[in-house]
């Protein structure tokens, strides 16, 4: 007999259920526990659409992992490149500096340094701390170039983990007793090299002009953008000696064992009236918020993503409806719900995108494992931009957005697989087998 014979199977369908052991079949569910069976063999029976089909979805699902990766390790960077550089995971100052801090106001620096050491030094949360002075400045070279530049006082022993100088070093020596390092892209706009000798005026803290006549040490590529176009770094007792100052400080960046006791640092802390402790998301301003919440952006752009390429199963199964009327009413005459149409239909659309969103997300995944080792450069894209950016990202490995790509783009697939079920699920075996 010719199984898609419409006279013929309807005539075996009836014959087949109209007994008592036929309404058993039915009853016992024996199209239930074939319902898998019939999904596989209707993807394999058009292998070439559902590969294209599948293939869409394999990009979704690679595109939603490595799309992460990349954005997490790039925010990532970002966040530690300016808490290391900028705020700390606290930032304390004097309470004017802090409001006026975009102008760096040379004058409003912290005096009392050891009381605030030995508090910092006691505290329990603390994991280590550094002392910046800051400053904007002119510099001169005696070929006469001029360029507007950005002192930056630090002490290269205490700041291994947070400015380690002698790994950005690319050319002469980070020596700060010795004279100045020129950030890369400043040096060049100079014309300047290790040897040479600069002046640097600045305002000092006592409102009027200061300069001082210093050797270049060393050249360092700080990698970003905004610092190697302006950076000047010199020790504290060159920078104190331009600024005029005494022992003080403009800022110490606090850094502790954990970001999450934050909060509870500053409520311990006890510090002089005139000094603030701040966290550096109130520091950041605009940018604290954008890190707070890009995981929930980029998560919608994720969806997005996923659901326009559902819309290739919402294609090809509804081709697949009206390709499959006889073969619908025949599985209908043999006793097939609605119900087990419908779940038929949407178990085929959940077998497509749950093998090329997992086969995407482990693509995905594992060249964001390769990435990761070797980076990526981006010097030349960022070079000309102000946002904090690090020039090499290296993309986050995180099993957890696999599962989550996975969820979406099987989930997504199902609902795309819906509205074409619908149809079959409507239709009558009468009306399907008169569909030729």
Not at 148 to 154: E, S
Request: aromatic content about 12%.
């Amino acid at each position: 007999m010719d199984f898609f014979n419409s006279g013929a199977c309807f005539h075996f369908g009836r014959q087949l259920f109209s007994g008592k052991k036929g309404k058993e079949a039915i009853a016992g569910g024996v199209f239930k526990m074939d319902i898998k069976k019939l999904a596989f063999r209707n993807l394999l029976r058009n292998k070439r659409r559902t590969l294209l089909t599948a293939l869409s979805l394999f990009v979704s699902g690679f595109v939603i992992v490595a799309l992460h990766g990349y954005l997490r390790g790039a925010l990532d960077a970002s966040k530690e490149m300016i808490i290391k550089l900028d705020t700390g995971h606290v930032l304390i100052t004097t309470k004017e500096y802090f409001e006026r801090r975009i102008f760096l106001p040379q004058e409003e620096n912290i005096q009392d340094l050891d009381e605030v050491q030995k508090i910092l030094d006691n505290s329990k949360y603390v994991d280590f701390y550094a002392l910046r002075i800051k400053a904007s400045s002119m510099i001169f070279t005696k070929n006469g170039a001029t360029k507007p530049a950005y002192i930056f006082a630090i002490d290269p022993q205490k700041e291994k983990k947070t400015f380690d100088l002698s790994r950005k070093i690319v050319e002469g020596e980070n020596d700060l007793t010795k004279g100045c390092v020129l950030a890369i892209d400043l040096a060049r706009s100079l014309r300047a090299k290790p040897g040479d000798t600069i002046i640097i005026l600045s305002r000092s803290a006592y409102g009027g002009l200061s300069a001082i006549k210093i050797p270049i040490s060393g050249i360092a590529t700080i990698g970003y953008a905004a610092f190697d176009r302006s950076l000047v770094i010199l020790s504290f007792e060159n920078a104190r000696k331009l600024l005029k100052m005494a022992d003080g400080a403009h800022e110490i960046l606090v850094f502790l064992k954990k970001e999450g006791d934050i909060n509870k640092f500053i409520r311990s802390l006890k510090l002089p009236e005139n000094l603030v402790a701040n966290p550096y998301t109130f520091v950041l301003g605009g940018f604290a918020f954008f890190y707070k919440f890009a995981d929930i952006f980029y998560m919608t752009i994720y969806i997005l993503i996923t659901l326009l390429a559902a819309f290739a199963i919402v294609n090809t199964k509804t081709v697949a409806v009206f390709e499959r009327m006889r073969e619908i009413g025949t599985l209908k005459a043999l006793g097939m719900t609605d119900n087990e149409i419908f779940l038929l239909f949407g178990l085929e659309g959940t077998i497509i995108g749950t093998a090329g969103g997992l086969a995407g997300g482990l693509a995905g995944l594992f060249t964001n494992a390769i990435l990761h080792i070797k980076g990526m450069n981006f010097e030349s894209m960022v070079k000309g931009i102000e946002f904090p950016f690090p020039y090499v990202i290296r993309p986050s490995v995180n099993p957890w957005i696999l599962l989550i790509a996975f969820v979406i783009v099987t989930s997504m697939s199902f609902l795309a697989s819906t509205l074409p079920a619908l149809q079959a699920k409507k239709l009558s075996p009468q009306e399907a087998l008169r569909t030729l």
